[in-house]
């Protein structure tokens, strides 16, 4: 699936059908994301293999300190950073598309 399709599936997934998109997206950013992909290559995971939702590597928090971890290459519209409240650094968000973004909050947080 391609990044559009995977954008508008965000927005329409359900309960049923949230295991299956948790899996594609992750299968992208374990290709597209730079960071990412050398972090499971230094776990020695194969990506192919993982197929729960349960079981997919999450970054360290202090990755988003120390890399600018974004999926394929874009200019950022935004970025969040935090408070810092550790005193151990910022960590950072890069937001390609603020409505998306925004879009996405209104639809499954307010």
């Known amino acids: 699936m391609d990044v ?3 954008q508008d599936a965000i927005f329409k997934v359900d309960k049923p059908g949230f295991e299956a998109l948790a899996m594609q997206l992750f299968h992208h950013q374990s290709v597209h994301c730079e960071v990412y992909k050398k972090y499971l290559n230094h776990l020695q995971v194969d990506s192919s293999k993982i197929t729960n939702s349960s079981d997919i590597p999450y970054l360290p928090i202090q990755f ?3 890399f600018e971890i974004k ?3 874009f200019q950022e519209e935004q970025v969040f950073i935090s408070s810092s ?3 151990t650094g910022v960590s950072q968000h890069f937001i390609k598309d603020l409505h998306v973004y925004e879009g996405h909050l209104q639809i499954h947080l307010i």
Do not use: H, P, R, V
């Open 4 to 6: 559009n399709n995977l």
């Open 64 to 66: 988003f300190k120390d």
């Open 71 to 73: 999926t394929n290459k």
């Open 85 to 87: 409240t550790t005193g």
